[in-house]
């Protein structure tokens, strides 16, 4: 016993060391100042805005793969400027229609797809298709397919990712569309490691389970951007449009890509990331519209609190 405990308090005590020494480099230097914003066409599915995980369990072992599909369909409604659209994500074949809508299922895309709505004009939306991928174990394949594995896995993925123009906010939007299945057999045995068989003679078994992800991301594709510089790291500042109403607010988010974070103006916040909150900068981001003099959005952000740093 007491050597179990000996190796607990070493591994506690290192365990302790590790995290006082992830410290952010740049936790400590001023990243504060006026910093100038360009437009930028960099934007992408930044915001989720339908998901779903669904997951089978005590399913039968000879169940497929393809059977969980519908448990992936989506449906979202969604305001982009004055314009509500509905975003539908399914696979071919699971499209039902609407009621007085001119909305049917595109057979140009066999297998996982989206498709839009636009429900001011009562039309299908156009879009341009920017990828299209459907990739892994095959949708007929069985959980268990037989054979003398003690586990067996399957895997697929897809994403369906498009771009479509709306003519009130005078924007480009991105919408991306993925989803993902994983099912595991893992076969119950023995203190011999032979197989666990029930009265019947089948495998009895330790996990048996199906499961998805799917979920829809939109984006605006034109964004703000800015670059600081920190010694030689080179920090990228973004302003998205997060509610999508084509205006840059502060009502909207900022993406720092080095931490890949997405921030909220006005709030207390890190840019750095010490495993210790204390050791780093505090900061608050706030958005500067043009003026009369300055034709340039701008970031500020301002120093609010010093992080703290024991002395060598």
């Not at 780093?280 to 992080?307: I, S, W």
């Amino acid at each position: 016993m007491r050597k179990h405990w000996g190796w607990l308090l070493l591994f506690i005590v290192g365990f302790s060391l590790l995290m006082a020494g992830c410290t952010d480099e740049l936790g400590v230097v001023d990243l504060s100042g006026e910093i100038p914003l360009a437009m930028s066409n960099a934007g992408w599915g930044y915001r989720i805005i339908a998901q779903t995980d669904p997951t089978r369990y005590n399913i039968s072992p000879s169940s497929r793969l393809y059977e969980i599909r519908s448990d992936l369909a989506l449906d979202q409604t969604l305001r982009i400027g004055k314009t509500d659209y509905l975003f539908v994500s399914r696979f071919q074949g699971g499209f039902s229609p609407f009621a007085n809508f001119h909305y049917i299922e595109s057979n140009d895309f066999p297998g996982f797809q989206t498709q839009l709505y636009n429900y001011n004009t009562h039309r299908r939306v156009k879009f341009f298709v920017m990828k299209q991928s459907d990739t892994g174990d095959d949708w007929n394949n069985r959980l268990d397919n037989g054979n003398d594995q003690e586990r067996h896995y399957l895997s697929r993925s897809g994403e369906f990712k498009i771009t479509f123009f709306d003519a009130d906010t005078g924007c480009d939007y991105i919408v991306s569309s993925t989803y993902e299945v994983n099912s595991v057999a893992d076969r119950e045995t023995d203190k011999k490691g032979n197989f666990v068989l029930d009265d019947r003679g089948y495998y009895e078994y330790d996990s048996l389970t199906l499961k998805g992800k799917s979920q829809i991301c939109i984006g605006a594709r034109q964004c703000l951007y800015a670059e600081k510089m920190a010694g030689t790291k080179k920090i990228g500042f973004y302003i998205f449009d997060w509610n999508l109403d084509g205006q840059f607010t502060e009502d909207d988010r900022v993406y720092c890509n080095y931490h890949e974070n997405f921030f909220q103006f006005n709030q207390t916040i890190r840019l750095t990331d010490s495993y210790d909150a204390k050791k780093d900068n505090k900061y608050v981001l706030k958005l500067v519209k043009p003026t009369a003099t300055n034709g340039n959005f701008r970031l500020l952000v301002e120093l609010v609190e010093l992080g703290v740093r024991e002395k060598s």
